[in-house]
């Protein structure tokens, strides 16, 4: 049973470019969670799909937009680079959007730089 | 709003000492608990989560957790570190609300010395 997974595992960008992360969720997962993991810091939510649709966002700009695709499958666009967006950036699935108590499972990450 | 306040960034213990890692939280609605370990370079792995019943939680790799209402807290403890036991761990809530967002505390950073 193949966990969450995500790509590219590294990422190097500079200011001013887009980049784009791509997540497959746990099997049968319907809801996929990104997050943005700063140096030193805990996970940051951006954003939700569930049904491709967007259902919460978290304080992010923007710049930081999504989609999910029939699959489940989900990808993160990050416009206009930041050295600020150089992060950790998890992907985490869930089964259900209405069930509250489902655990969320995590993937390894992308790491992005940006120069 | 819900936020999580992990009280020690970092925390060094001696193998087979115990070991406490402090948490924190604020909601004005009814929460879900959780902590999750995160290794060198990799995602985040769950550790064990509170969610109702009973306030004294058991989780994989012989960690625990006690949920304390009143004291709005969810520490996590183990009896006996071992070396492999060090890694990052994160303090996290999430309410009761669909699509459950979650909190992340800023982290624990414990290191078993041997």
């Known amino acids: 049973d193949a966990g969450v997974t995500q790509s590219p595992t590294h990422l190097i960008k500079t200011r001013g470019q887009q980049v784009t992360l791509r997540c497959s969720p746990k099997s049968g997962h319907d809801t996929v969670s990104w997050y943005q993991q700063a140096l030193g810091q805990g996970p940051q939510f951006i954003f939700q799909?569930?049904?491709?649709?967007?259902?919460q966002r978290g304080n992010f700009p923007d710049r930081f937009s999504g989609h999910q695709f029939p699959n489940y499958s989900s990808e993160l666009n990050v416009n206009a680079l930041l050295l600020g967006d150089s992060a950790l950036y998890l992907c985490?699935?869930?089964?259900?959007?209405?069930?509250?108590?489902?655990?969320?499972?995590f993937g390894p990450g992308t790491r992005l730089t940006v120069l | 709003a819900q936020s999580v306040t992990q009280l020690d960034s970092q925390v060094p213990v001696f193998e087979e000492a115990p070991v406490e890692l402090r948490c924190n939280y604020s909601s004005s609605v009814s929460v879900y608990l959780f902590w999750y370990v995160q290794y060198p370079n990799q995602g985040l792995q769950l550790l064990l989560k509170?969610?109702?019943?009973?306030?004294l939680v058991k989780g994989i790799n012989g960690f625990e957790a006690e949920f304390n209402k009143s004291q709005t807290s969810f520490h996590l403890r183990k009896p006996s570190v071992h070396i492999s036991d060090t890694a990052e761990y994160f303090c996290?809530?999430?309410?009761?609300?669909?699509?459950?967002?979650?909190?992340f505390g800023t982290g624990t950073s414990l290191t078993v010395i041997p």
């Open positions: 996290a809530v999430s309410d009761n609300l669909p699509g459950n967002q979650f909190y």
């Open positions: 799909y569930y049904e491709e649709e967007e259902r």
């Open positions: 985490a699935s869930s089964l259900g959007f209405t069930s509250s108590t489902d655990t969320q499972y």
């Open positions: 509170y969610l109702s019943g009973s306030t």
